[in-house]
């Protein structure tokens, strides 16, 4: 930053402080409580789960 302020300094210094506190509470929990994982081991598991993949989506409907 300059010495010589303007209003449009003013508010990208805003923005920054901003993205900072948003990054605080970007916490590896916070990103991974949106992650849903499905371990399958073999092809019959893989089919059991697209299957069932309909259900899953309908009580979770924030994932798509």
């Known amino acids: 930053m300059s010495i010589h302020q303007t209003d ?3 508010s990208s210094v805003l923005l920054w402080l901003e993205s900072k506190e948003s990054l605080k509470a970007l916490t590896l929990e916070s990103v991974l409580s949106g ?3 499905f371990r399958c081991h ?3 598991q893989l089919i059991a789960v697209s299957r069932t993949l309909d259900t899953f989506l309908s009580q979770h409907p924030k994932v798509c």
């Open 42 to 44: 073999d092809h019959t």
């Open 35 to 37: 992650v849903h994982c």
């Open 8 to 10: 449009n300094d003013d």
